[in-house]
């Protein structure tokens, strides 16, 4: 008899990738950083703006979209500066890419978060930061990026 070929994951038991944007706006020398509400998932953790990728959409759109949604600025999104890819116990997987922004306009409102604020690069650290974000937090601090 004839070994069984070995069968792909269905789409349903399939690890999957969520294909995120982040922004890393910088205005006199510090971050703005974003702290999740209490209802959303990882509560309270500190993160950079941004958003899922919707299907169709371009990694610069997708960020000047959730920008708008989140904080309510027209920014200006200048060049990808990290990429990272997180891999969770589960199996599941986030793509990040993080973008620079130093312009936007109209005012910073706080639209999603429960608060946001101005950061130091090398104060980042001290800030309990999606798991997902921690390395790139600690090359910040470092100055490594921007």
């Known amino acids: 008899m004839g070994s069984t070929p070995p069968t792909e994951p269905s789409l349903s038991t399939a690890p999957s990738v969520r294909h995120v944007v982040a922004a890393l706006i910088v205005q006199s020398g510090k971050l703005l950083i974003c702290q999740r509400t209490k209802t ?16 169709g959409e371009e990694a610069v759109e997708a960020l000047k979209r959730e920008l708008m949604e989140e904080l309510g600025i027209d920014a200006d999104i200048g060049p990808q500066v990290a990429n990272v890819h997180h891999f ?7 793509a990040l890419r993080f973008f620079l922004v130093e312009t936007f306009r109209n005012p910073l ?16 650290p001290s800030y309990d930061f999606l798991d997902a974000d921690k390395q790139l937090v600690q090359q910040i601090a470092a100055g490594k990026v921007i």
């Open 40 to 55: 959303q998932p990882m509560a309270l953790k500190w993160e950079f703006p941004g958003g899922k990728i919707e299907p």
């Open 88 to 94: 969770y116990r589960r199996g599941n997987s986030v």
């Open 109 to 124: 409102e706080n639209k999603i978060f429960n608060q946001f604020k101005w950061v130091s690069p090398q104060d980042l």
